[in-house]
């Protein structure tokens, strides 16, 4: 092989360890050298070396050994030069790893470093935008320009929010490692709803453009296979997590049309879901309830596997599903349960009876200022050829909605009220 093309496959490999093991390097890293921005910074130099270095030596036999080396020493070096050793809690001990060969390590410490940094980022001594924000950064490598975006919150405040989570697990002097036998449920508890808030705004974003981000729900996802994969032991809620995120996403090509509107469930061409996704699904909530311990993520995978199974709406087992919400509700009480539930109720036992459980949902005031609360009731009164009550449900969903698909939906809705009844919608628009 020519000096060239040799040249050529060590910078293909040199990127294709930087797309897919970065982040087990810098996990790595962090474990040795006790801080995030140190480790972030002997990355970045540990690359940049092999990208020098490779093409003229050749790749080593351990290219992730010597990648953690070289960003450990990198940044031992870096620290000498600008004398601040004092930087890190304990320089005596980052001088004892220095001698510490990773290549040591076998693939189950390193797995364990991986582990350990999703269990550091969401510690529950964080806030929980925080943790949503330092996993989404340390663990699935996404810039802060892009959670920012994702969030709808300006990058300066996002990149505080990361700055002020890395000084807390200094401070309170958070341990990097993996919560022992008793305090897992608690933690787990953690990770699982970080995880589980980014696949919902993913799925269904909270505003923009587009109904959906798929770069979320994808990294929500890869994130709920990673901390299966690095379990020690299977953890049903963690299967049941997966599952809800791949029954709801199997249905991702059918949600909108062409031009980007959304598709509701019962007008959906089934033909479109996902049918690997389904499977894996399905497998995964039969698993994990076949454990003791159900708890809310397999129960909410569970009513998602009734839709998945139902050929076409009219075979959906509405009864069923009313049944999985009343033991989530006795498990996981919320006015947004007990809403979706009188949305299943309504339809096994009609839209009146939705209807009456709604208005008292929404008596309690806790859902003022949710507009699928409105919407829902809405199309419940639409049904009930309620049009007064409809459009004046849909016109307070659209002052408080931030999607523009769900926009021009609630607004194609109220403009059908008005041909059909035009008193029923107000006045005309200009």
Known sequence: MSDDNASGVARSVVEALYRDDSRRVVATLIR???DFDLAEEGLHEAFR???????????????????????????????????KFDALDDPAAIMDVAGVDPATR??????????RLIFTCC????????????????????????????????????????????????????????PGYREMPARLDAVLRVIYLVFNEGYAASSGASLTRQDLSGEAIRLGRLLIELLAQPEPEAEGLLALMLLQESRRDARTTAEGDLVLLEDQDRMRWNRGQIREGLALVERALRHRRVGPYTLQAAIAAVHARAPDPAATNWGEIVGLYDVLLRLDPSPV????????????DGAEAGLGLVDRIMSGGKLNNYHIAYAVRADLCRRLNRHHEAAAAYRRALELVGQEPERRFLQRRLSELRRLQPEAGGPPES
Not at 68 to 73: K, Q
Not at 139 to 160: G, H, M, N, S
């Open 32 to 34: 040795l050298l006790g």
């Open 49 to 83: 070396a092999a990208l020098e270095q490779w093409p003229r030596d050749g790749v080593p036999d351990n290219p992730y050994a010597w990648l953690v080396s070289t960003g450990r020493f990198k940044a031992i070096d870096s620290l000498r030069r600008r004398g």
């Open 106 to 115: 076998d693939d189950e410490g390193i797995e364990d470093d991986r582990l």
């Open 123 to 178: 510690h529950p001594a964080l806030l929980s935008d925080a943790q949503v924000a330092l996993t989404l950064r340390e663990v699935c490598d996404l810039t802060t320009e892009e959670i920012a975006r994702a969030f709808l919150t300006p990058a300066a405040t996002l990149a505080q929010r990361i700055v002020r989570a890395k000084a807390k697990i200094r401070s309170a002097r958070i341990p990097y490692e993996v």
């Open 337 to 348: 349960i007990e809403l979706n539930r009188a949305v299943a109720l309504a339809m096994r």
